[in-house]
Nanobody, 119 residues
Framework: QVQLVESGGGLVQAGGSLRLSCAAS????????MGWFRQAPGKEREFVAG????????YYADSAKGRFTISRDNAKNTVYLQMSSLKPEDTAVYFC????????????WGQGTQVTVSS
């Protein structure tokens, strides 16, 4: 049974930082690209960042470029999202997903972790 479990969300002031983690089990983690998505209240889920299976390629939404960094540790079956210079508009539930990052097709999803940025 595949599980993706996000952690690290919380309440932070604007300008602050958070690091999200997503621990994977039940799959060959190093064979999957990984992505981070977010969904704010009343909005559609949107892509935030992605990383190839090897970590050699990364992809970012324009809103994340220069502020967020995605990374992975295949030995720990974990993908991270380091977020800095957070803004109130970053408030959302953040999800990780496993699949084909380049094609935008994801096979597995986590349950999400709430990030709230206060102004």
């Amino acid at each position: 049974q595949v599980q993706l479990v996000e952690s690290g969300g919380g309440l932070v002031q604007a300008g602050g930082s958070l690091r999200l983690s997503c621990a994977a089990s039940g799959l060959t983690f190093s064979s999957y690209g990984m992505g981070w998505f977010r969904q704010a209240p009343g909005k559609e889920r949107e892509f935030v960042a992605g990383i190839s299976w090897s970590g050699g390629s990364t992809y970012y939404a324009d809103s994340a470029k220069g502020r967020f960094t995605i990374s992975r540790d295949n030995a720990k079956n974990t993908v991270y999202l380091q977020m800095s210079s957070l803004k109130p508009e970053d408030t959302a539930v953040y999800f990780c997903a496993a699949g084909d990052v380049k094609r935008g097709r994801y096979d597995y999803w986590g349950q999400g972790t709430q990030v709230t940025v206060s102004s």
